[in-house]
């Protein structure tokens, strides 16, 4: 039972625009979300985090945003590069318990 | 620059074959990871260790086993490997990170594609 779950398994947006990935978790018990940003060929690297007691969280081209009673984050990206196109993991934890949950991922394409 | 490394990139091995994944890192974290990412599910958590000598199973740990002798050394091993493990295998580690918020920041290796046949 997948407790992160990333429904839309790719997004295409042109260069410029604002790219939106969704993320839903379903354990109320995560409090620390992360977003992870992976290459073909590499592992993921860390991207942004957000804890339950902030709504937003931002830093340069990239927002997330928390709604913690729909169970649900999201990232922004604006304006796309063609150099974001990777796939997404959205991650949650329990402050503490040190094993995080990824979900499926979604491979964002941005067309010059 | 901190560095998560496993020692294969591309492995082939035959079904029933003792398969070992070896990851170290340089870090000095105390907390280390394997996970496998499949298409459509994601990063899977199949064992981590929070200490030396220390092991908890994950999601899926069924025909894993790890081991950790030494603090940058985690090893994943499949006892009898079968065709439904070919998947890429991602380690990782953590420490936590600064200002006592007890975030864990993973610091992730490259990735070892497994393919048993």
């Known amino acids: 039972d997948q407790q992160v779950k990333q429904n839309s398994p790719s997004l295409s947006v042109q260069e410029g625009r604002i790219s939106i990935l969704n993320c839903d978790y379903t354990n109320s018990m995560f409090d620390y979300f992360l977003w992870y940003k992976k290459y073909p060929a590499e592992g993921p690297t860390f991207l942004i985090s957000i804890s339950s007691i902030k709504d937003k969280n931002e830093d340069g081209r990239f927002t997330v945003f928390l709604n913690k009673s729909a169970k649900h984050l999201s990232l922004h990206i604006v304006p796309s590069q063609p150099g974001d196109s990777a796939v997404y993991f959205c991650a949650a934890s329990v402050r503490g318990d040190n094993d995080m949950r990824f979900g499926a991922g979604t491979r964002l394409t941005v067309k010059p | 620059d901190v560095k998560v490394t496993q020692s294969s990139r591309y492995l082939v091995k035959r079904t029933g074959e003792k398969v070992f994944l070896e990851c170290v890192q340089d870090?000095?974290?105390?907390?280390m990871f394997w996970y496998r990412q499949d298409p459509g599910l994601g990063l899977r958590l199949i064992y981590f260790s929070y200490d030396v000598k220390m092991k908890e199973k994950g999601d899926i740990p069924e025909g894993y086993s790890v081991s950790r002798e030494k603090k940058e050394r985690f090893s994943l091993i499949l006892e009898s490997a079968s065709t439904n493990q070919t998947s890429m295998y991602l380690c990782?580690?953590?420490?936590?990170?600064?200002?006592?918020?007890?975030?864990?920041?993973?610091?992730f290796g490259s990735g070892t594609r497994l393919t048993v046949v």
């Open positions: 990782a580690s953590s420490q936590p990170t600064g200002g006592g918020s007890g975030v864990y920041g993973y610091t």
């Open positions: 870090m000095d974290h105390e907390n």
